[in-house]
T-cell receptor, first 115, second 115 residues
């Protein structure tokens, strides 16, 4: 069984400030981890993924995430927030050998950017 | 991800009516996945279909819910005799091959409201 916990349903940061969205996972086998973003009135888009290669993963739009096995975490960061980053962010976990039917999503974090 | 088309965007039904949700995958994609997002919850996998076949329906309620992906036309998620607890956002995703989570594209979802 696997699960994902996203801490904070809403996160508010000022434009130009550091963005940190937290994700902790639980998995009985080595996981694959994902971050998706959903802009208003759009579908989910893949931001980045971890599939057991480098623990620091770089994604689109300046986002990156670090896999920390000891902490069972996969937090998403961006050094400097932009107004266009305002969206809903979902962390997800899967396992090797499973496709999209094996994805388990967190409840999402709504990122608010203040001018 | 604008290539995965879901309609309608919003669907209102009264208790006991039927709801039909449609999903047209991206061109060239033959694998379709349906997810449900209940209020304050993450996306939950429901069913995985490949053209004319149900591959995995482990996440779909045993009663009142059915899905199909015919040789021609969109994938349909059908909910019979809807109840208030069916109110949720239903997302469809498609991919060109099994297991290709990095090639998974989501639609914008259908928001079902049951009165």
């Amino acid at each position: 069984a696997q699960s994902v916990t996203q801490l904070g349903s809403h996160v508010s940061v000022s434009e130009g400030a550091l963005v940190l969205l937290r994700c902790n996972y639980s998995s009985s086998v080595p996981p694959y981890l994902f971050w998706y973003v959903q802009y208003p009135n759009q579908g989910l888009q893949l931001l980045l993924k971890y599939t057991s290669a480098a623990t620091l993963v770089k994604g689109i739009n300046g986002f990156e995430a670090e896999f920390k096995k000891s902490e069972t975490s996969f937090h998403l960061t961006k050094p400097s927030a932009h107004m266009s980053d305002a969206a809903e962010y979902f962390c997800a976990v899967s396992v090797i050998g499973r496709g999209a039917d094996g994805l388990t999503f967190g409840k999402g974090t709504h990122l608010i950017i203040q001018p | 991800n604008a290539g995965v088309m879901q309609n309608p965007r919003h669907l209102v039904r009264r208790r006991g009516q039927e709801a039909r949700l449609r999903c047209s995958p991206m061109k060239g994609h033959s694998h379709v996945y349906w997810y449900r997002q209940l209020p304050e919850e993450g996306l939950k996998f429901m069913v995985y279909l490949q053209k004319e076949n149900i591959i995995d329906e482990s996440g779909m309620p045993k009663e009142r819910f059915s899905a199909e992906f015919p040789k021609e036309g969109p994938s349909i998620l059908r909910i019979q005799q809807v109840v208030r607890g069916d109110s949720a956002a239903y997302f469809c995703a498609s991919s060109p091959e099994q297991g290709a989570t990095e090639k998974l594209f989501f639609g914008s979802g259908t928001q079902l409201s049951v009165l």
